[in-house]
C-alpha cells in the first residue's frame, strides 16, 4: 500500500523567510496530493492539492511542486508570518479506490 | 467552515468500558470518515462510509466499529477501551471518493483512556 514520508517533523523561521515541507511516496499509482494546515485546537483544513498532471501550482504565498519521476513533493510557503504557524500535512492518493495516506505532520513554527 | 460538529470534544474513560463518538454533518455529503491523529503518525483511516448502512475498513480498524442509520450520522464505537486507543478523533466528509472533492474536516474529539 501507499506510505508517505514527511520533513522535516519540526521547523523554525524568522517572519519573512520562506519554509519548505517535502514529502515523499511510495504507489506509483497515486495521482492527487493535498496539503492541510492544522492550527492548535481545530481539525485539519485544506490549503492547496496538486494532481499529477500538473508539475507546480501557486496560491499568493503557497506553491505546490510535484516530481512525478522522482515521487516526491513539495510546499512552499514565501514572506512567513506569525500566523503561518500551525502544523502541516501532506496526503496522496490514487482513484481506483485508493484511500487519503498522510504524512506525520510537520510542525511551523514562524517567530517574529 | 462544513458543517461537522463532533460529540464529545473531550472524554475521559476506563479500559474496558465502551465508548461511542458521534460525528453530525449538514453538508448530505455522501462519504464519512474516521481517522484518529497519534504523534508521529500523522492521520490514519479507522473506518469510513459511502452511505447509509454502508461502511468499510481503514488502515487501523481493529477495535473500532462503527454505524451510519442516517446520511447526517456516522457513529465510532470503541467497545471495550484500551490505553492505545487514547487518540484525538476526526470525522471527514466528501461529495465523493474521487480526488475530485476535498475532504472537510471536524473540530475532532479528544479521548483519554486510564
Known amino acids: 500500500g501507499e506510505n508517505v514520508e514527511q520533513h522535516p517533523s519540526t521547523l523554525s523561521v524568522q517572519e519573512g523567510d520562506s519554509a519548505v515541507i517535502k514529502c515523499t511516496y511510495s504507489?506509483?499509482?497515486?495521482?492527487?496530493f493535498p496539503w492541510y494546515k492544522q492550527e492548535l485546537g481545530k481539525g485539519p483544513q485544506l490549503i492547496i492539492d496538486?494532481?499529477?498532471?500538473?508539475g507546480e501550482k501557486k496560491d499568493q504565498r503557497i506553491a505546490v511542486t510535484l516530481n512525478k519521476t522522482a515521487k516526491h513533493f513539495s510546499l512552499h510557503i514565501t514572506e512567513t508570518q506569525p500566523e503561518d504557524s500551525a502544523v502541516y500535512f501532506c496526503?496522496?492518493?490514487?482513484?481506483?479506490?485508493?484511500?487519503?495516506?498522510f504524512g506525520q505532520g510537520t510542525e511551523l513554527s514562524v517567530k517574529p | 467552515d462544513a458543517g461537522i460538529t463532533q460529540s464529545p470534544r473531550h472524554k475521559v474513560t476506563e479500559t474496558g468500558t465502551p465508548v461511542t463518538l458521534r460525528c453530525h454533518q449538514t453538508?448530505?455529503?455522501?462519504?464519512m470518515y474516521w481517522y484518529r491523529q497519534d504523534p508521529g503518525h500523522g492521520l490514519r483511516l479507522i473506518h469510513y462510509?459511502?452511505?447509509?448502512?454502508?461502511?468499510d475498513k481503514g488502515e487501523v480498524s481493529d477495535g473500532y466499529s462503527v454505524s451510519r442509520s442516517k446520511t447526517e450520522d456516522f457513529l465510532l464505537t470503541l467497545e471495550s477501551a484500551t490505553s492505545s486507543q487514547t487518540s484525538v478523533y476526526f470525522c471527514?466528509?466528501?461529495?465523493?471518493?474521487?480526488?475530485?472533492?476535498?475532504?472537510?474536516f471536524g473540530p475532532g474529539t479528544r479521548l483519554t483512556v486510564t
Open positions: 504507489d506509483s499509482a497515486s495521482n492527487y
Open positions: 462510509s459511502y452511505g447509509v448502512k454502508d461502511t
Open positions: 471527514a466528509i466528501s461529495e465523493s471518493w474521487s480526488s475530485s472533492y476535498e475532504q472537510y
Open positions: 453538508e448530505n455529503h455522501r462519504y
Open positions: 496526503a496522496a492518493r490514487n482513484n481506483q479506490g485508493g484511500k487519503l495516506i
Open positions: 496538486i494532481r499529477s498532471n500538473v
